[in-house]
């Protein structure tokens, strides 16, 4: 497509952006959820529900363009759908930006969308919040974003809450109304020419409330922006700052055009609206009457072809091509400093996690204290059920940072979709971040339960057993972080990772060997996450030229196997012996 970019042309002006729709319509299937195969090709429901039928509208540059309806008619779908992050399943129409059909995945990245409820990092200050983002998405170096911040923290009104931290339900922070314009102002760093809010008023006292729609009305009269929003009960003092509303009901477009447009039609239908009553809110309170004026909706009429004509369209245009603010290297250099901020501010975790550590090696080094010392009361199968259980704790620690991984998943999906950063270089900063916190666990188990239990009294046995320590803290912790990316929430995102947990555990070859498991389960054996640090700590311990001198068991002073004896008949190959010598 040849949409337009936002930088200035020939004139050194900012190109502006008219977006409209045509007979645009949405409909979800009966039980219909983000997951629905609908959504591949499957068959379509004929008991279908429209949520938006044949919308037909139009916002224009400089202007503010108001969607308003009473609940449930639409208004956010319409406004998600306008934003390009609704995907073409069950969506017929066209979405044209400048009269051409848009392009989701690059509009996205010129235009800010702000949804309802704010996904913000409640440990980050409002000054830290911003600085972020304008770093991730502004051209220039960090000097152009803190000339940015300071004139967002100014223009937002939040100077006074600058070094004060977002906060959430368990911690107090900033207001409300704050938070809302935080999140406005997060959205706004990159000065886009098209602005997209659901609800901006939504919860905010009637002063607060004024004061973000005088700042809206400032940037689209001022800067020329395009200003998309939802609302749902207006005052006066702010309706007189939208120029178009677009009227909503059950999906179907009521009324586009002027307040003043909308007043002459209900008196025109015979309704006398009381003074006390502005005329917007009336004409929600009324809704059900203005559709039984209107000509019946012919549903059948509406195309069945479900896609997005823009999306067949996409070429290799040059805007096709995305382009990134920053290099690599420089993202990830943000976000880590990003991550170490919530990682480290999250005292409660952190304290946890480092004493949890101390005090399980020093607990299990004095309950297995010495098992080997004395040949005469060496049980091997206690030194292997050490090592198995070593391997259940290490591996289901870190389960509670699940919610942790869930919050910021929601705010990752909005900063990648609109290009702020690549998901590489989201998940590369979060490994370095956690790499010396993680060192630092496995280190401190390591010390006190190594040289307690007895195992092989040499550093680089130490040594090794220690990087597999750190190694195994390591996986888990990428291993819940994964399945936060694919569970929709905490209590399955527990019960999934506890049970697969459990399914590694029983198939690791402590509990059957690998020779006893059926062909069918002997996927789960090699899928274990088990099975490869058992056999490290078994082979670090066991193998080696002092495995082959070492007598792990004996009768009447005749030693019955060694130690790389006892490997071979566990089925660690010679191969994977060598390898520790």
Request: some cysteine; glycine content about 8%.
């Given at each position: 497509m040849d949409l337009p970019v936002k930088t200035p042309n020939s004139s050194g002006q900012k190109t502006l952006y008219r977006i409209r729709t045509k007979n645009l319509s949405y409909k979800l299937s009966p039980g219909y959820n983000e997951f629905n195969w609908d959504c591949l090709g499957g068959a379509t429901n004929s008991a279908n529900k429209y949520i938006l039928k044949d919308v037909s509208c139009e916002a224009k540059p400089g202007e503010i363009t108001a969607i308003a309806g009473p609940s449930g008619a639409g208004k956010t779908t319409l406004l998600e759908i306008l934003a390009g992050m609704i995907v073409p399943c069950r969506v017929s129409g066209h979405v044209l930006v400048n009269d051409k059909p848009m392009n989701a995945t690059y509009f996205r990245r010129v235009s800010g969308y702000v949804t309802q409820d704010e996904a913000l990092f409640?440990?980050?200050?409002?000054?830290?919040?911003?600085?972020?983002?304008?770093?991730?998405?502004?051209?220039?170096?960090?000097?152009?974003?803190?000339?940015?911040?300071?004139?967002?923290?100014?223009?937002?009104?939040?100077?006074?809450?600058?070094?004060?931290?977002?906060?959430?339900?368990?911690?107090?922070?900033?207001?409300?109304?704050?938070?809302?314009?935080?999140?406005?102002?997060?959205?706004?760093?990159?000065?886009?020419?098209?602005?997209?809010?659901?609800?901006?008023?939504?919860?905010?006292?009637?002063?607060?409330?004024?004061?973000?729609?005088?700042?809206?009305?400032?940037?689209?009269?001022?800067?020329?922006?395009?200003?998309?929003?939802?609302?749902?009960?207006?005052?006066?003092?702010?309706?007189?700052?939208?120029?178009?509303?677009?009227?909503?009901?059950?999906?179907?477009?009521?009324?586009?055009?002027?307040?003043?447009?909308?007043?002459?039609?209900?008196?025109?239908?015979?309704?006398?609206?009381?003074?006390?009553?502005?005329?917007?809110?009336?004409?929600?309170?009324?809704?059900?009457?203005?559709?039984?004026?209107?000509?019946?909706?012919?549903?059948?009429?509406?195309?069945?072809?479900?896609?997005?004509?823009?999306?067949?369209?996409?070429?290799?245009?040059?805007?096709?091509?995305?382009?990134?603010?920053?290099?690599?290297?420089?993202?990830?250099?943000?976000?880590?400093?990003?991550?170490?901020?919530?990682?480290?501010?999250?005292?409660?975790?952190?304290?946890?996690?480092?004493?949890?550590?101390?005090?399980?090696?020093?607990?299990?080094?004095?309950?297995?204290?010495?098992?080997?010392?004395?040949?005469?009361?060496?049980?091997?199968?206690?030194?292997?059920?050490?090592?198995?259980?070593?391997?259940?704790?290490?591996?289901?620690?870190?389960?509670?940072?699940?919610?942790?991984?869930?919050?910021?998943?929601?705010?990752?999906m909005g900063e990648t979709s609109r290009g702020a950063y690549r998901v590489s270089s989201y998940v590369i900063s979060n490994t370095l971040v956690f790499l010396p916190f993680l060192l630092t666990v496995a280190m401190l188990y390591s010390i006190p339960v190594y040289w307690l239990v007895g195992l092989r009294r040499d550093v680089d046995g130490f040594l090794y057993f220690s990087l597999v320590v750190w190694v195994v803290v390591l996986m888990s912790n990428s291993f819940v972080a994964c399945f936060s990316a694919l569970v929709p929430n905490f209590i399955m995102g527990t019960s999934l990772t506890v049970g697969l947990m459990g399914s590694f555990f029983l198939f690791s070859g402590y509990f059957i060997s690998k020779e006893d498991i059926p062909w069918y389960w002997i996927f789960m054996h090699y899928l274990s996450l088990f099975k490869y640090p058992f056999e490290c700590f078994m082979i670090n311990e066991y193998g080696g030229e002092k495995g082959k001198s070492r007598c792990l068991q004996s009768v009447e002073e005749v030693c019955l196997f060694t130690g790389d004896g006892f490997l071979m008949h566990q089925d660690h190959t010679e191969q994977n012996v060598r390898r520790m010598e």
């Open positions: 409640p440990l980050l200050t409002v000054e830290e919040t911003l600085m972020y983002s304008a770093r991730l998405r502004l051209h220039g170096g960090i000097d152009k974003a803190r000339a940015r911040v300071r004139e967002l923290l100014t223009e937002l009104g939040l100077d006074h809450v600058a070094g004060v931290r977002i906060g959430s339900e368990s911690s107090r922070g900033i207001s409300g109304g704050e938070k809302r314009r935080v999140s406005i102002g997060v959205d706004l760093v990159h000065d886009p020419a098209v602005l997209l809010i659901d609800e901006p008023t939504s919860g905010l006292d009637s002063a607060s409330a004024l004061n973000v729609a005088s700042l809206l009305q400032g940037m689209a009269k001022k800067q020329g922006k395009t200003i998309v929003l939802t609302i749902h009960q207006p005052g006066f003092r702010i309706l007189e700052l939208f120029n178009t509303v677009v009227l909503l009901s059950n999906g179907i477009v009521l009324h586009h055009g002027s307040l003043h447009l909308l007043e002459e039609r209900l008196m025109f239908a015979g309704h006398c609206i009381p003074r006390h009553v502005n005329v917007l809110e009336f004409a929600i309170d009324v809704t059900e009457s203005m559709l039984m004026d209107m000509e019946e909706i012919n549903i059948e009429g509406i195309e069945n072809k479900i896609e997005y004509d823009h999306v067949k369209k996409m070429g290799n245009e040059e805007e096709n091509h995305i382009f990134y603010t920053n290099s690599l290297f420089k993202e990830v250099l943000i976000l880590s400093q990003r991550f170490s901020n919530n990682i480290f501010r999250t005292k409660q975790l952190f304290a946890a996690r480092i004493i949890l550590a101390l005090l399980a090696g020093i607990l299990l080094g004095t309950i297995f204290m010495n098992v080997n010392k004395d040949p005469k009361r060496f049980k091997l199968q206690n030194q292997i059920g050490f090592f198995a259980f070593s391997l259940a704790f290490l591996l289901s620690s870190t389960t509670e940072a699940l919610p942790i991984f869930l919050q910021e998943r929601r705010i990752l």
